[in-house]
């Protein structure tokens, strides 16, 4: 167990918190990947919502093993600054969000890449708070939000860490939100208590809902 992440450099205002899985999520992963894999030989196919068994040898189909997954894996966090890039409307909808919000990006990439990946974010202006853990999402998010508890939203793109933080943190809007298309499709059901959320534009409709009981005449 990597532990809890360092809570050290997060600044919460007491406004409403917004906490954002990264990958599919605020940047694309699966199609950078999978032009990633296809620069090494290999390929993604969209055939269930997994990676071992969906990463294939290029010139003959043949799965690799989820060790090479997860070497591959390794490489592209290595170079991510190479290959991802925003998911749509992700930059303008978090610009807008944290005017009204606290926002805090929690990935469940390595902790050892966080210094690559803060380095992409700020490219694209995402200058907010980054946590890295590969320990389960609630937790943090309970620890975040224990000293001064505030309306809390949480978006990720894997119904597990929704779940983790269903059962950390009860009153938390949770949104499955996941760039891919072709992916989102075969996603499984997030199950009760998780809304879905096909766009960062939907999200946010959600999210200014949960917390300020606004609509889109509301914003008008």
């Not at 605020?26 to 990676?51: A, C, I, K, M």
């Not at 999210?207 to 008008?220: A, M, P, Q, Y």
Request: aromatic letters at 6%; a negative charge; glycine letters at 4%.
């Amino acid at each position: 167990m990597a532990g809890m992440p360092d809570f050290d450099d997060i600044k919460l205002t007491g406004r409403p918190l917004i906490v954002c899985d990264i990958d599919e999520v605020v940047l694309e992963f699966v199609t950078p990947f999978r032009d990633f894999l296809r620069s090494q030989g290999h390929d993604l196919l969209p055939r269930s919502f997994r990676l071992t068994g969906n990463v294939v040898l290029e010139n003959t189909g043949e799965p690799v093993a989820e060790g090479d997954v997860k070497a591959l894996l390794e490489a592209f966090f290595l170079v991510q600054e190479s290959w991802q890039v925003p998911a749509p409307r992700a930059v303008e909808t978090l610009e807008s969000l944290a005017r009204d919000a606290d926002l805090i990006f929690l990935t469940a990439m390595p902790p050892r890449h966080t210094a690559i990946r803060r380095a992409l974010l700020d490219r694209h202006d995402l200058h907010y708070p980054l946590l890295a853990t590969e320990d389960a999402k609630g937790p943090v998010i309970r620890q975040l939000t224990a000293q001064a508890p505030v309306p809390t939203a949480f978006l990720d793109d894997i119904a597990r860490n929704l779940h983790s933080v269903r059962d950390s943190v009860p009153d938390c809007l949770l949104i499955h939100l996941m760039a891919n298309e072709g992916f989102r499709r075969m996603a499984p059901p997030a199950g009760d208590g998780v809304l879905l959320a096909e766009s960062w534009d939907e999200a946010e409709v959600l999210i200014r809902k949960h917390f300020f009981g606004e609509t889109n005449s509301d914003r008008r």
